[in-house]
């Protein structure tokens, strides 16, 4: 099966006359890398939380490899968190331990890992990413550029097949901006399949197979390949891109 995700009708709403979104219907591809665009407030945030299973539609539904999320007859949530990995915007969400190494450490340790094997997994991972000498440093006292580089380690050291990011170019230097996409299309020629929530346009012009548009209506205003999509002017204006 070539589909990872399949979204069919779906809607949310934080309250009955407060919708985030309205009748989502796309599928993602495997191994392709596929930008939703959006202005902020349309709902792009929302969306990938209901895809990881943080939140589950109030309308419609979202299959992973055929499978609906959340349905308890079915669904493998142990093997889904194992494939699937989500960067938030805010780094600082995201990171809660004491030192970045732990902080890699914890999701291998709750899948069952033996200490031995993590603690190689790790000093993998932090050669990997180039951030071995922070690695007894606390999260939470280093740079945004290095944030997202923990963020995201912690996150790939469990290898999953999805990545799932949200604005992740947000509030990075040039240098780190450039370090995070060639990081990502490392992952992605290795088999990663990415989700990407921005409303980065270069980074979409340049890095996408595929663009969702979602509209300031909280639904899809168009989906397409990148030459169509970011050189339609009136499109991206309605869409409040530009």
Sequence with gaps: MDKVFELKNVSYFYTPKVPALIDISFDVKLKEKLFILGANGSGKSTLLKLMDGLIYPHEGQIRFFGKVIGDKRTFDEYEFRRRVGFVFQDSDVQLFNTTVFDE??????????????VEK?????????GIEKLKDRPPHRLSGGEKKKVALASVMVIDPEVLLLDEPT????????KWLLSKLEELNQKGATLVIATHDLEMAKKFSDRIIILNEEHKIEAIGYPEEILNDEKLLLKANLI
């Design 104 to 117: 890699i450490a914890f999701a291998p340790l709750q899948m069952g890992m033996k200490k031995e094997e």
């Design 170 to 177: 947000n509030g990075l230097d040039p240098r780190s901006k």
């Design 121 to 129: 997994l790790v000093n993998e991972i932090l050669i990997s990413f």
